[in-house]
């Protein structure tokens, strides 16, 4: 009897490294980093990962910042916003089941080493690469309260047409940032219809939205040097778009 209650534990512990291994075969290995002891987080017996670290991995654009006790920002085209979090060192550390669940990124820790894998399965900033967005100005140079006029071009880059599914009114979005860290964001403060819509997008059609907007109006702007980004953030992920400077004088 004992041997065969032995025999079933040994049994269901290999069929349990199988799966494992079966799922780690389904994702891509894309390096990893070491972390020093007294520099490694854990929350609630919850294991984190420094957000900066694994998006040098993966050599993802990346922006976070803290607003009202939230978490604010974007890895790659990914738009997320989380108030499950530690800052500590200078950097955000998230759980590593919110990089797996929200960005397909596994992460397998051993010791001191942090292993980045990457999962096609979730990975939903992939399903964007057929998508170009672009935002421009009409100049660089500003008064502190002159309106900023604003084009922000959708292209669909592929061959078939594509649909993008919207949980509100709100199509896009417009963010100012200066060194880095946001500082405005046209849809903060608005309402928006909260309903379901689909935009459909033709192959190499494209869809382009105006807008005049007017931060100095929102809050105060000293005179300096702001960079200007889109996004469209759909309930499938977020698209995001080029960079433009912009000089407020």
């Known amino acids: 009897m004992l041997k065969k209650i032995i025999f079933t534990g040994v049994l269901c512990l290999l069929l349990i490294l199988l799966i494992n291994n079966l799922t780690m075969a389904a994702n891509v290995l894309k390096g990893n980093f070491f ?7 854990k929350f609630t017996n919850r294991e984190l990962a420094p957000f900066t670290d694994v998006a ?7 922006n976070w910042e803290l607003d009202k006790g939230e978490i604010r920002g974007h890895l790659r085209s990914n738009y997320f916003k989380t108030d499950d979090f530690v800052i500590a060192y200078g950097d955000l550390f998230l759980p590593v089941e919110f990089y797996e669940n929200k ?15 990457v999962s096609e399965k979730f990975n939903k900033s ?15 140079n500003y008064d502190r309260y002159e309106p900023i006029a604003v084009t922000v071009l959708l292209l ?3 061959n078939e047409k594509q649909l993008l599914k919207f949980s509100s009114g709100q199509k896009y979005d417009i963010v100012m940032e200066r060194y880095g860290r946001e500082i405005w964001r046209l849809s903060e403060g608005r309402g928006y219809l909260q309903s379901i819509s689909v935009s459909e997008l033709d192959a190499h059609d494209y869809l382009l939205y105006t807008n005049l907007i007017k931060p100095g109006s929102d809050r105060y702007l000293a005179e300096a040097e702001y ?10 992920g977020s698209i995001i778009s080029n960079q433009v400077e912009i ?3």
């Not at 040098?56 to 990346?62: A, E, Q």
């Not at 672009?134 to 100049?139: E, G, M």
């Not at 980004?229 to 759909?234: D, H, L, R, V, W």
């Open 35 to 41: 972390i020093e002891n007294n520099k490694k987080i």
């Open 56 to 62: 040098k991995i993966l050599d993802y654009n990346h």
């Open 103 to 117: 960005f397909g990124i596994e992460i397998v820790i051993r010791g001191n080493n942090y292993f980045i894998y």
């Open 126 to 140: 992939e399903r964007y690469d057929q998508f170009e967005l672009v935002i421009n100005l009409n100049k660089k």
């Open 156 to 158: 669909n880059k592929s």
């Open 227 to 236: 960079t200007l980004f889109a996004e469209i953030n759909t309930t499938e």
């Open 247 to 249: 000089d407020i004088n």
